[in-house]
């Protein structure tokens, strides 16, 4: 079993930055790929960005440019630093990871806000 939780977030201006982090606790994560999705209002839930175990990195284009993923194995820990925010990116922000290994699983964080506002 595996427990994401997140933390950071919160409120910034247009042209600001936030960070986000992802810690896991649990076993068999190693070879996981922890990503970061995220919920407007009103909006379905859409994919961010990923990185697997190996450091290796998708940014879907609204993200490419302006945010950065890190992960860190030994503390189990994943980051994205969101760079240049648009008011279109408030929303819930969740972590996920997918287990790859001789264990599969897919697991979900609750969740944490993020606000772009002047």
């Known amino acids: 079993q595996v427990q994401l939780k997140e933390s950071g977030g919160g409120f910034a201006q247009p042209g600001g930055q936030v960070v986000v982090i992802c810690t896991a606790s649990?076993?068999?994560?190693?070879?996981?790929?922890m990503g970061w999705y995220r919920q407007a209002p009103g909006k379905r839930r859409e994919r961010v960005a990923y990185?697997?175990?190996?450091?290796?990195?998708h940014f879907e284009d609204f993200a490419t440019g302006r945010f950065h993923i890190f992960r860190d194995n030994a503390e189990n820990r994943m980051s994205l630093r969101m760079d240049d925010l648009r008011r279109e990116d408030t929303g819930v922000y969740y972590c996920?990871?997918?287990?790859?290994?001789?264990?599969?699983?897919?697991?979900w964080g609750r969740g944490i806000q993020v606000t772009v506002s002047s």
């Open positions: 996920h990871l997918e287990q790859l290994g001789q264990v599969k699983g897919e697991y």
């Open positions: 649990g076993s068999d994560l190693s070879g996981s790929v």
């Open positions: 990185i697997t175990w190996y450091g290796i990195t």
